[in-house]
C-alpha cells in the first residue's frame, strides 16, 4: 500500500492522531476517553505510518522497540497505585489529586497517572503484537 | 522456640544458595548447629519436669485465627532431643561420609531445613502450623532421598516417598480445617481443654480416618509402607536420619498427640492396633527374605513403627509408656545400625549380607557398637531394649486380647531379633574374606557415632529412671493426665514377663542358627511381588495416567476448531439447561413500534454483511464483513448512547481487522476444506449459541441486579474521585486493582506472542 496519497498524508496524520490520542487520554475522566481508548488511537496512528511507509520506517522514527512501554506504562500504573500508601497511608489504589486544577490539563491526581500507564502499556502491546506478527509472516 | 526453627533455616538456605563457595571446607563445624540446639534443648529439662510447659505465640492470619504457636511440653522435648540428639551424630557422621562431595554443603542445607521442620512439626501447638511443618517434612525429606539425583531408581524413590507423604499431608489439612470447624480454633491445646468431646461428633470417622491416612502415610504402615524400603537409596546418613529418629516418626508423633482428642474409642483402638499388628507381622517376616543390609533394616524400621502403632491402639497408659520407651530405644539401636551398614558399605563397597563376614578383625570399634545395637535391639539384659521390650510384653498382657498380641509382639520381636543379628553381629564374625584384607577401620567421625549411640543404649538401660523421670512421665502426663505408671526398672524380678523375653531371645537365636539370608529367598519373594501393595498402587497410578493422558488427549487434541467447538458446546449446554428451567419466553410486537429508520438500517447493514461474511469465496472479503458488522455494533452504542463503548468497539474492530489482515494475507488461497456435512454441523451450532446469548442478554436486562451497584457508582464517582465519566472513573479508580491485572494480563500476551514469533528455539 505504498501510494504516494497515504504515504504524504500519513506524515502528517501521524502527529495529529498523536496529538488527538493524548486529547482521549487526558479528557477521559470527566468524558468519554481515557488511557485505554487513547492507547489504541495512538497504535493505530503508528500502524497507519508503518503501512504506509514501511515497518522499518517507524521503527527508526519510534526510536526503541514498543515493547520497552509495557514495563515502563506497568511501572507508572504501579507507582501511581502505591503512591496513596507511601504519602498518605491509605490502602493501595487509594486515588490522591492535588488541590487546584492545572491549566489545559485539569485536575491532577494518582488516577491520571495510572491512566497514563495505561496507554502507555496499551501502546507497548498492540504495537509488538502487530509489529511481530507481520515482520514473521 | 521459634529461633531454632528459623535457625535451621537460615543456615540452610545459606548453604543451598552459597554453600558451594565453601567446597566442603567447614562442614564438620555444622554439627554445631544440632549440637547447639540439642544442649539448648537440654536446658528444658528441669523445667519440663517440674510441670512448667513454655509456650510462644506468634500472630499469623490473626483473622482467621491461624497463629505461629509454640509448645515445649514433655512429648515436644523428648522429640526435640532425638531430632538434635540424632542430628548431631549424623551432621559429624556425614562429614566424613560424603567427604569430598560436590553437593556436601547443599546436602548439609537440605538436612538443616529438614531438621527445622522436624523441629517446627514437634514444637507447633496450632495443626495449621503442624500441617506446614508435616509437608516441609515431605519436601525436603524429598531433596535427600533424591540426593544422588543422576540415578534413576533414586529420583524415582524421592518421588515415591513424595506422592505417598504429600498425599497422606492433605488428609491432615483436612483434618485441621474440620478441628478448627468444630471447635473454632486451632491450638491443640485449646481443643483439649475446650470441652468439646470429639468422639461424640458426628464428624468422628471423618477426623479419624483423616489423622490415620495422614499418620499411616508418614510412619510407612501397612499397605503405604513400601516408600520406606524404596527411601532406602538415599545416602546412608540420610537413611538414618528420616527412619531411626525423625521423618516416620512423624505419624507416630501425631497419633500421640491426638491420642487425647481422638483416643480412647473403639474405632481408634481397633484401627490402630490391627493396622500396627498387620505391620508389624508383615514386616518383620520380611526381613528373613533380604540380603541388602539396608534393605533389612527398612523392613525391621516399618516393623517397628507397627509395634509402636499398635502400641497406641492398645492405648492403656502402659502401653503408652511402653510406645515412648520403645520409641527412643528404636531410635538409639537403629541409628547406630544404620551408621554401621554405612559404614560397611563405605569401606568394602558392598551391603550384601551373604558377602559380608569376618570383619571384627580390621575394625574391632565397629564391631563392638554392632554388638552393643544389637543387644538392645534384641532386648537382653541390661540393655534399654530389654526395658522396652518388658513394657511391651506388660502392655499387651494387661490389654483385652492378652493372649493374642502377646503372642504377635513375641513373634515380631524374634523376626526383629533376627534382622539385628544380621546387621550388628553377622558381618563381623567367621573367617575374614580374601578380597577384604585390605579393609581398614575409618575415621573415628564414622565409628565413633555408633559406638556413643552402643554405649548409650547400655547406659539407659542400667540407668532406666534418668530417663523415665525427665521425658517419659512428664510426656505421659500429656497423653493420659491423672495416670500412674510404675516407674521404670532393669529388674522386676522373675516374673511371666521375663520368661518371654527369654522364650522370645531364645527362639530368635534358634532363628539365626536355623536359616540363613541368602538371595535365593529373595527371589522366591520376588515370584509374589504381584500382590504386594506396593505392585498394586503403582499399577493404580499407572491407571491414573494412562486415564489422564486419553482424557488430555481427547479434549487437548491440538485443533483450534475443536477447542472452540467444545467451549462452545459446553457453554451451550450449560446457558441452555439453566435457560430452559428458569426463563418464560414472550414476544411483545409494540415494542417493534419504537424502532427508528437508524437501527432498522443499521440492523439490515449487519444482517448483510454476516451473510456476506458466510458465503464469500475470498478471505479478505469475509475479514472486511466481518469489520463492517463490528462498525454497525459501535453505531448502536452511538445510538444508546453509550460513547465509551462506541469508541473503543471502534479502534478495536479496526485494530483487528488489520490483525486479520496481516495473518491471513500470508496463507495461501482460498479453498473448500470442509465438506458440506461439517459446515451444516457447524452452521447449527453457531446459530443455537447465537440465539442463547442473546436470549441471555435479553434476560440480563429484565433482572436488574445491577441497579444499585450503578446508582452506588452514578452517585459517588464524583464526590469520591472527582471524575463525571463513570467509566473511567470504574477502570481507574473504583475498579483500578481489575485494571492493573488487566493490563498485567495484556501484556503476559503480548510477550507470549513475540517470544512464539521471535524467539524460536535453533536446531542445533
Known amino acids: 500500500m505504498k501510494t504516494i496519497i497515504l504515504r504524504t498524508a500519513s506524515t502528517y496524520l501521524l502527529p495529529l492522531l498523536l496529538l488527538f490520542s493524548v486529547f482521549i487520554l487526558l479528557r477521559g475522566h470527566y468524558l468519554p476517553g481515557g488511557g485505554f481508548i487513547g492507547g489504541l488511537i495512538a497504535s493505530i496512528a503508528f500502524i497507519l505510518h508503518g503501512s504506509a511507509n514501511g515497518q522499518e520506517n517507524t521503527k527508526t522514527l519510534l526510536r526503541i522497540h514498543p515493547g520497552f512501554l509495557m514495563p515502563v506504562g506497568l511501572t507508572v500504573a504501579f507507582f501511581s497505585g502505591i503512591a496513596g500508601m507511601v ?44 509489529m511481530t506478527i507481520s515482520e514473521s509472516s | 522456640m521459634i529461633f531454632t526453627i528459623l535457625l535451621c533455616v537460615i543456615v540452610a538456605l545459606f548453604l543451598i544458595f552459597f554453600g558451594k563457595k565453601l567446597k566442603g571446607s567447614i562442614s564438620y563445624l555444622l554439627t554445631l548447629l544440632p549440637l547447639s540446639l540439642f544442649v539448648y534443648f537440654t536446658t528444658f529439662i528441669g523445667k519440663i519436669a517440674q510441670g512448667e510447659v513454655p509456650v510462644q505465640l506468634f500472630e499469623w492470619v490473626p483473622s482467621m485465627g491461624i497463629h505461629l504457636s509454640f509448645r515445649m511440653d514433655g512429648l515436644a522435648l523428648l522429640f ?22 560436590t553437593y556436601l554443603d547443599r546436602f548439609y542445607g537440605y538436612l538443616s531445613i529438614f531438621m527445622g521442620a522436624m523441629l517446627g512439626l514437634v514444637l507447633s501447638d496450632s495443626i495449621m502450623g503442624l500441617f506446614i511443618f508435616w509437608e516441609l517434612t515431605s519436601i525436603s525429606s524429598f531433596f535427600l532421598i533424591g540426593f544422588n539425583n543422576h540415578d534413576k531408581a533414586s529420583r524415582t524413590s524421592a518421588l515415591q516417598a513424595l506422592a505417598i507423604t504429600g498425599f497422606g499431608g492433605l488428609f491432615l489439612l483436612g483434618a485441621a480445617i474440620l478441628f478448627g470447624f468444630i471447635g473454632s480454633t486451632y491450638s491443640i491445646q485449646e481443643l483439649i481443654h475446650s470441652g468439646i468431646d470429639f468422639t461424640e461428633s458426628p464428624y468422628y470417622v471423618v477426623l479419624l480416618v483423616f489423622i490415620f491416612i495422614a499418620a499411616f502415610t508418614k510412619s510407612a504402615q501397612f499397605p503405604f509402607h513400601f516408600w520406606l524400603p524404596g527411601a532406602m537409596k538415599a545416602p546412608t546418613p540420610v537413611s538414618t536420619y528420616l527412619h531411626s529418629a525423625t521423618m516416620v516418626k512423624a505419624g507416630i508423633y501425631l497419633l500421640l498427640r491426638f491420642t487425647p482428642l481422638l483416643g480412647n474409642h473403639e474405632f481408634w483402638n481397633t484401627t490402630l492396633f490391627t493396622v500396627g499388628a498387620i505391620t508389624m507381622l508383615y514386616a518383620a517376616f520380611h526381613t528373613l527374605f533380604r540380603t541388602d543390609l539396608k534393605g533389612i533394616l527398612a523392613y525391621s524400621t516399618i516393623s517397628v513403627l507397627g509395634i509402636l502403632v499398635f502400641l497406641i491402639g492398645i492405648g492403656t497408659s502402659t502401653a503408652l509408656h511402653a510406645a515412648l520407651v520403645f520409641i527412643v530405644v528404636h531410635a538409639l539401636y537403629k541409628a547406630a545400625l544404620f551408621l554401621i ?106 565409628w565413633m557415632p555408633p559406638l556413643l549411640l552402643g554405649v548409650l543404649g547400655m547406659l539407659f538401660g542400667l540407668f532406666p529412671s534418668i530417663l523415665d523421670n525427665a ?32 522364650v522370645t531371645i531364645a527362639l530368635g537365636l534358634l532363628l539365626v542358627f536355623v536359616l540363613q539370608p541368602s538371595a535365593v529367598k529373595e527371589l ?64 411483545d410486537f409494540n415494542s417493534l413500534l419504537d424502532l427508528t429508520i437508524y437501527e432498522v438500517s443499521t440492523l439490515l ?92 442478554s435479553i434476560e440480563v436486562l429484565q433482572v436488574s441486579h445491577a441497579g444499585e451497584t450503578k446508582q452506588f457508582y452514578a452517585e459517588n464517582s464524583y464526590v469520591l474521585a472527582k471524575g463525571k465519566n463513570i467509566v473511567n472513573v470504574i477502570l481507574v479508580d473504583f475498579r483500578g486493582l481489575d485494571t492493573m491485572v488487566e493490563i498485567t494480563v495484556l501484556v503476559i500476551a503480548a510477550l507470549g506472542v513475540f517470544g512464539l514469533l521471535k524467539l524460536r528455539i535453533r536446531n542445533k
Not at chain 1, 94 to 105: A, N, Q, R, S, Y
Not at chain 2, 80 to 101: F, P, Q
Not at chain 2, 683 to 690: C, E, M, N, P, S
Open chain 2, 80 to 101: 526435640s532431643l532425638l531430632i538434635t540428639g540424632i542430628g548431631t551424630l549424623v551432621y559429624l557422621y556425614t562429614s566424613y561420609y560424603l567427604k569430598g562431595h
Open chain 2, 471 to 502: 521425658l517419659f512421665q512428664p510426656s505421659l502426663n500429656e497423653l493420659a493426665p491423672d495416670s500412674f505408671v510404675s516407674p521404670l526398672k532393669l529388674w522386676h524380678g522373675f516374673t511371666f514377663v521375663l520368661l518371654l523375653s527369654i
Open chain 1, 87 to 130: 504519602l498518605e497511608g491509605k490502602e493501595f489504589m487509594t486515588g490522591i489529586w492535588f488541590k487546584d486544577p492545572l491549566p489545559v490539563i485539569g485536575m491532577i491526581g494518582t488516577p491520571l497517572f495510572f491512566d497514563i500507564g495505561v496507554y502507555l502499556v496499551v501502546v507497548g502491546v498492540t504495537l509488538t503484537i502487530i
Open chain 2, 341 to 446: 551398614t554405612g559404614i560397611l558399605d563405605h569401606e568394602t563397597g558392598t551391603r550384601n549380607v551373604t558377602k559380608l563376614s569376618g570383619l571384627k578383625s580390621v575394625m574391632m570399634p565397629v564391631a563392638i557398637a554392632g554388638l552393643l545395637a544389637m543387644l538392645s535391639n534384641a532386648g537382653m539384659l541390661p540393655s534399654f531394649g530389654f526395658v522396652g521390650k518388658d513394657l511391651i510384653y506388660e502392655a499387651t498382657l494387661q490389654s483385652s486380647e492378652a493372649v493374642l498380641f502377646t503372642v504377635f509382639a513375641v513373634v515380631t520381636n524374634i523376626l526383629l531379633l533376627y534382622a539385628g543379628y544380621q546387621v550388628g553381629i553377622k558381618p563381623f564374625i567367621g573367617t575374614l574374606p580374601e578380597n577384604f584384607t585390605s579393609v581398614h577401620l575409618p575415621d573415628k567421625r564414622l
Open chain 2, 605 to 696: 447493514i449487519m444482517v448483510v454483511a454476516v451473510f456476506y461474511a458466510i458465503f464469500t469465496k475470498s478471505r479478505l472479503a469475509a475479514v472486511a464483513a466481518m469489520g463492517v458488522v463490528g462498525y454497525a455494533i459501535c453505531m448502536i452504542f452511538v445510538f444508546y448512547s453509550a460513547p465509551d463503548l462506541a469508541m473503543t468497539q471502534f479502534t478495536i474492530d479496526t485494530l483487528t481487522v488489520i490483525l486479520f489482515v496481516l495473518v491471513l494475507y500470508r496463507l495461501p488461497k482460498y479453498l473448500t476444506l470442509s465438506d458440506f456435512k461439517t459446515r451444516v454441523r457447524d452452521g447449527f451450532i453457531a446459530v443455537l449459541f447465537g440465539s442463547l446469548i442473546t436470549i441471555l
Open chain 2, 524 to 587: 522366591k519373594l520376588k515370584k509374589v511381588d504381584f500382590l504386594a501393595p506396593k505392585t498394586l498402587i503403582r499399577g493404580f497410578a499407572n491407571g491414573f495416567q494412562k486415564t489422564a493422558s486419553l482424557w488430555t488427549n481427547f479434549f487437548q487434541n491440538g485443533y483450534l476448531r475443536n477447542y472452540i467447538l467444545t467451549i462452545i458446546l459446553f457453554l451451550s449446554f450449560l446457558i441452555g439447561y439453566y435457560l430452559i428451567h428458569n426463563v418464560t419466553f414472550s414476544l
